[in-house]
């Protein structure tokens, strides 16, 4: 391992999408409390995260301060592709493991962009950036009912590692989660 210092530059990350069109990456702002509390309420959000269910624009607030503040977290901002400025996403990359270079991406589309491809760019996109400034291993893990999840990591050529039995409780209920994961050489 050479190379890889914590926290990354936080820096905007743009990239493009495959239609053609502008992919970026950006730096939370108050003007996106709004859209993380629409995506916070939706009900797909819901399901698969410990999210309260009336989720507030407080909560919201909370998480972006929570977010810049934390050692082992670090939070972009998907822009919307069709209205350039305003919240299309979320891209957390969470400190796995220091001395091995690990790092872990959790993700959410805004409702409206759903089913496009859009995360699965962001996820390519953000996983070049990573192997860039010295992370070995990037890993995604899913609950196997969330499919749209699932298949983000697989279009973004990560490799199914195999299913973590029981490794999150969920609202009371234990679930397995879908481990997928790529190697700074497997590009």
């Known amino acids: 391992m050479t190379g890889f210092v914590w926290p990354l530059p936080s820096a905007d990350v743009v990239g493009d999408l495959p239609d053609g069109g502008t992919l970026r990456l950006r730096a939370p702002v108050d003007a996106d409390l709004d859209g993380l509390v629409v995506s916070g309420r939706d009900a797909s959000s819901l399901r698969f995260t410990a999210l309260p269910e009336n989720y507030s624009r407080a909560d919201a607030a909370l998480f972006l301060r929570s977010m810049r503040h934390s050692p082992d977290m670090m939070l972009w901002i998907v822009d919307d592709p069709d209205n350039p400025g305003h919240f299309g996403g979320t891209l957390e990359v969470r400190l796995v493991n220091r001395p091995a270079a ?86």
Not at 105 to 113: D, E, I, M, N, S
Not at 135 to 157: D, F, K, M, Y
Not at 174 to 184: K, M, S, V
């Open 102 to 187: 690990t790092v872990e991406l959790g993700y959410t589309t805004a409702p409206h962009l759903r089913g496009r491809g859009l995360m699965t760019a962001v996820v390519r996109l953000i996983t070049e950036f990573l192997f860039d400034y010295g992370v070995h291993r990037v890993q995604i893990t899913a609950n196997p009912e969330n499919v749209a999840s699932c298949r983000v990591a697989l279009g973004a050529g990560y490799r199914h590692e195999g299913t973590l039995r029981e490794a999150e409780c969920l609202r009371g209920v234990w679930n397995d989660l879908e481990l997928f994961a790529q190697l700074d050489g497997d590009l």
